[in-house]
């Protein structure tokens, strides 16, 4: 499994930005994209979750309201809509994959892409 994100970029505060992550060498049909974020000297923290099949969504707290994840299964992408976007909102972001389990917040996820910067500063 490859996952490539794009999207990343400087924007000010209260800016928007759309992450992409696409996801290629795929061995089943269903699978549970999230996007987790790491700012420097913190621990990577989970984002947003969405399950391929259903459509369930997971939202951490801290983007509820602001960040809205969605997918497109014909091109196998997930997007991360993010608006009102803060300073602490700055991390890299990575885009993940797991074909098992049902809930975005607890699953496991062994696949990686290699992340994008988002940087919110005026």
């Known amino acids: 499994v490859q996952l490539v994100e794009s999207g990343g970029g400087l924007v000010q505060p209260g800016g928007s930005l759309r992450l992409s992550c696409v996801a290629s060498g795929l061995t089943f049909s269903d699978y549970i994209m999230g996007w987790f974020r790491q700012a420097p000297g913190k621990e990577r923290e989970f984002v947003a979750a969405?399950?391929?099949?259903?459509?369930?969504?997971f939202y951490a707290d801290s983007v509820k309201g602001r960040f809205t994840i969605s997918r497109d299964n014909a091109k196998n992408t997930v997007y991360l809509q993010m608006d009102s976007l803060k300073p602490e909102d700055t991390a890299v972001y990575y885009c993940?994959?797991?074909?098992?389990?049902?809930?975005?917040?607890?699953?496991?996820?062994?696949?990686w892409g290699q992340g994008t910067q988002v940087t919110v500063s005026s």
């Open positions: 993940a994959l797991s074909y098992s389990g049902t809930n975005g917040y607890t699953t496991k996820y062994p696949y």
């Open positions: 969405i399950r391929r099949s259903s459509g369930s969504l």
